[in-house]
Every structure is written in C-alpha cells, then in structure tokens.
C-alpha cells in the first residue's frame, strides 16, 4: 500500500523538481546575456540624470533659451533611456521585481 503512494509521490517530485531547474537555468542564462547591455543603460540613465539636474541648476540661474532647450533635450534624451530600460530588458525588470518584494 504504502509502496502504491510513494512511487507517484517519488515521480512527481522529480518531473517538477527537474522542470524548476531547467526554468531556474534558462532564466539565468537570460540574465546573464542582458545584464551587460542593462547595467550599461544604467549608468547612462544615472550620467543623464545628473547632467539634468545640474542643468536645471543652470537654467534658473541664468535662464536664457540656450540653457533651456538644452535642459528639454537632456530631459527627452533620459526619457528616452529610462523607457528603455523598462522595455529592453525584461529578465533584468523580472528578477528586480522579485528582488524588491
């Protein structure tokens, strides 16, 4: 009897402890080949933003039209970068939401 319950028990366990690994391995590798390209847009995102804010500095110290079509265009141009990191690399979004929660 006992022997009739460990047997299906034992099978399942394998198939999805074997299906977890596999999945637990493709996403690995899937993080792996994106995080280059994402920790790059990082600190693309992060030199941008700093650019901003010191620009935004400038343009209200000396608010003339150069200053601050320069600040528009750094604005547009990390917009541009952070969307891009939201929609280029969805491991590294998945494994961040994982991370955070």
Known sequence: MIKKLIKPFFYSFVFFFSLFLITAVYVNEKLHDEVEGYLATVDKVN????TYILCVGLAAQNPV???????ENLKSELKLNFDSLKNNYPYMNFYNSLVKN
């Open 65 to 71: 039209e150069e200053n601050t079509t320069m600040c």
């Open 47 to 50: 030199e941008l933003n700093d």
